[in-house]
């Protein structure tokens, strides 16, 4: 017996795989390949790999780094993988988190899988933004969309009306639309309609009040554009 091999085998340890994920994969939207994708993800994880690279991660699959990129920028698109901030002694670094992939495997233990049209809302609201963008999000800006959805609960509907109010203003970047939402949000507004009847309500303001209007600038200028006309 080759003991020095043996207990390489014992230093590497065990990585624990909940039960839940491979049962459930199919059931919340995943296929094999990236299931297992985020199963070597979740080994490095366990291991103090808070980042690995694309080559770290395609070395223990079938496809090269290129597919290994695309596939887990598409995961982070569709909600299953986040990248998140760490403050380890006033150095900042990023780490991937599977929290999502945990919360949607537990919603779906307990019967409270999304609904398709859902989904499909949200998957719709990537390629419009990569579409307006003109370029593959990054990986921060699918988290911020993420973030959007999630975190603040706004509806796919709103966050692309907040698109398109950036599109007409000439403002297209992800700062604004957070501002447009942020407004949207501190004053209740969650459809089209009542976003339409705040922009002519705070236009109406800016018409009467424009030396005022000036002083203020947390509140996006709302363009006269009728996007609200034109849903997609």
Known sequence: MDMKFMLQLVEKGSVTVPSLLIEHFHDIGLNEQECMLLIQLHSFLNKGDNFPTFDDLASRMTFDETACADLLRHLIQRGFLSIVQKNDEQIYSEAYSLQP????LLR???????DAPSKHNEDTVYTLFETEFGRPLSPIECET???WMDQDRHSPMLIKGALREAVVSGKLNFRYIDRIL???KKNGIKTLDQAKAHGEKIRGHQQRSSSAAREVNDV????????LGKRG
């Open 101 to 104: 992939l945990w919360e949607k």
């Open 145 to 147: 969309l993420a973030m």
């Open 220 to 227: 996006p200028k709302m363009p006269s554009y009728n996007w």
């Open 108 to 114: 779906c233990a307990y019967g409270k899988i999304i």
């Open 182 to 184: 942020f407004d949207w």
